[in-house]
């Protein structure tokens, strides 16, 4: 009796959530399912917060990063906010490389959270619920390619103090830590030399040279992603030595992307810097 | 001797070596030459095309970058006004015959009729020579090649990477701008863009 009260419980506990939830909400699109995450069950006015997309990827399918590589599209969220709401911006855990028919390609497989922090507003009316809205357009390819999108729907209290969703909460970190961090000052440097761009990465950005780390770059025509890059260790620092892309307009001046431990380790960092000629 | 015939081996074997790579052609540099069977059966060279503007159009239908330039009607208009306008367009069919988008010459007729097609006629590839001597990438993928036989643009059809049909008619189409600025003797603004859509299934 009392173990099927605790299952009733349970369940009416399920349904509950799923009123406010954000979790039971998710649109199968295609070959991958989209979910609403949430670290709060309930927000505070002028309390920041985060919403994650959860993209589960059917076996074998992948979906792209900022930059897909040679093909392929970017997953776009678009957030359709109460008045007096805002985003951040989207916040991409670093992407893996793969190649298909020899074609380059720059996303994730399995699964990913692509999130977002939000701002509710100070003046928020106590107890009145907030209904966020995301359009998610992607695509998702197996050897062939099919675009998805899904509507998800974020309803969420608004209480005095914020109420942790520890589920969503789970999932955020996780993307969270896999969101390359800014490159130490100094650490990572670059230059544009006899047509090929160099990228420096000091010894204490903790990259090791074997193997070595992958670059992924923001813009799609500046390397030659099909070519793999050389690298060195000189003079305690490890030199990427990258061939531009056929398509790069001008000279370079700017290297900006991720660059991500060969080995999978976390440690990601962003790099955005001048190059030096 | 025996050295130098030795060394002649080494250059040969080497230069086979780069020649089989995937080329990469820059905008500017001569389109590289091909010949290749189109649908009616007719052996189609390049080099017979000197003096007229030749567009190369990557193709794949199933493909949904492909199907949003079709669906949209976005492909065949700028076929009809440019074609009008003596411009060769090609169709090029890349995919190896067990991947997506390989069809025989006469499923590829009765496809491109539904379509309304436009362009001058549809190479078939399934080796993907043309496709690798071109380093084409996605479909679609465009190349235009001036009446003296040189690349002027290659890449994306038009500015939004989206595969939704609505945008193929307010993107800002860089096939018709890279035509009509080289017809009017001015340079093209944007010679080569990144290249969007599903990758080219070799």
Known sequence: MIRRLTG?????????????GV??????????IVEPVADVRAFAPGIPFRVGVRIRLDPGWHTYWINPGEAGMATSVKWVLPDGFTAGPLQWPFPRRFVSDGIVGFGY????????????????????PAELKAEVDLLLCKEICVPGSAALTWSLRAATEAESDPEGRIALDRAAAEVPRKAGEGSVSASFRDGKIVLRVE????????????????????????KDPEWFEREGALEGRFTLSHLARGTPLRLKGVLVPGDGSPGAVQVDVRLAR | MKKAIWMLVVAGLIAGLTGSAVAQVKTGDEAPVFDAVDIAGSLIGLSEFKGRYVVLEWINYDCPFVK????????????????????VWLAICSSAPDKQGFYEASEHKRILGEKGFAGTTLLLDPEGIVGKQYAAKTTPHMFVIDPEGKVIYQGAIDDNSSANKDDAKTAKNYVRAALESAMAGQPVEAPATAPYGCSVKY
Do not use: C
Not at chain 1, 8 to 20: E, K, R, T
Not at chain 1, 23 to 32: F, I, K, L, P, Y
Not at chain 2, 68 to 87: A, I, P
């Open chain 1, 8 to 20: 009733w419980i349970a369940g009416a506990a399920v349904l509950a959530g799923s009123v406010f």
């Open chain 1, 23 to 32: 979790h039971a909400e998710g649109v199968r699109t295609q070959s991958a």
């Open chain 1, 109 to 128: 497989e399995g699964e990913v959270v692509l999130f977002a922090e939000i701002m509710p507003p100070r003046d928020w009316p106590g107890g009145q």
């Open chain 1, 203 to 226: 010894q204490a950005a903790g990259f090791g040279v074997s193997p070595p780390p992958v670059f992924f770059p923001e813009a799609r025509n500046l390397l030659a992603v099909d």
């Open chain 2, 68 to 87: 949003k330039h079709y669906d949209s009607g976005n492909m065949q208009e700028l076929q009809k006004e440019f074609t009008g306008k003596d411009v």
